[in-house]
């Protein structure tokens, strides 16, 4: 049986990835929606951990990469491994990218680049992702919509309260990784509107799932 095709969506915050796949869930059959962290049961846990607790905000970037590649393992080998080998498409909100963009540079622990890649080569074997989409947005209008977001919503978590630095780091760390895997990246600009951003991610989504 011919192997499904694995795309990750990611972005920093405000970006609005989760609206973006939320919009393109119908378009597509044979295919698993899934998330990170998270996407499996005790990955659902590990995420609870991640982005619940009142001490989350206080981990290092080790912490936090490792918690982030504990759920990651338990996703690949429960959700997206199965999906994929039985012909199934994924396509994940979020990914390893995440992980190299927010702890490598936004909790500024580059001095883990070694770590995530030998991680990333452990978890991910020969399953790594045929395509990553990077919704790419300036930070202070990420975080405008975050604000639109928590008043609409109450959704907020722990990254999301954080300065403007904090995510000028992150939205290197996406260009950083789209420089280390030219090939695997699609960077689309996330400041335009709901509407242009939809048809640039369909534009891109028909090159493999054709």
């Known amino acids: 049986m011919k192997k499904g095709k694995f795309i990750v969506i990611d972005g920093g915050e405000g970006s609005g990835k989760g609206t973006q796949i939320e919009s393109i869930k119908n378009l597509y059959s044979n295919t698993v929606f899934t998330r990170e962290p998270g996407g499996s049961s005790y990955g659902e846990e590990i995420r609870n951990i991640i982005l619940k607790s009142q001490f989350a905000k206080q981990a290092d970037a080790f912490t936090h990469m490792c918690l982030f590649f504990a759920s990651r393992q338990d996703h690949m080998r429960n959700t997206v491994i199965p999906a994929l080998q039985s012909g199934k498409n994924i396509i994940s909100d979020r990914g390893d990218s995440s992980s190299f963009a927010y702890q490598l540079y936004g909790l500024e622990g580059n001095h883990l680049k070694d770590l995530f890649l030998s991680l990333r080569k452990q978890c991910l074997g020969e399953f790594v992702p045929d395509l990553y989409v990077i919704l790419d947005v300036l930070p202070k209008e990420g975080m405008r919509r975050v604000q639109e977001r928590y008043k609409a919503k109450g ?52 090159s493999i799932l054709c």
């Open 155 to 206: 959704d907020f978590n722990h990254f999301d309260d954080r300065g403007v630095d904090f995510h000028e780091r992150i939205r290197k760390g996406y260009s950083e990784f789209a420089k280390l895997f030219p090939d695997k990246v699609k960077i689309i600009d996330a400041n335009k509107s709901k509407e242009e951003v939809l048809k640039s991610l369909q534009d891109v989504l028909k």
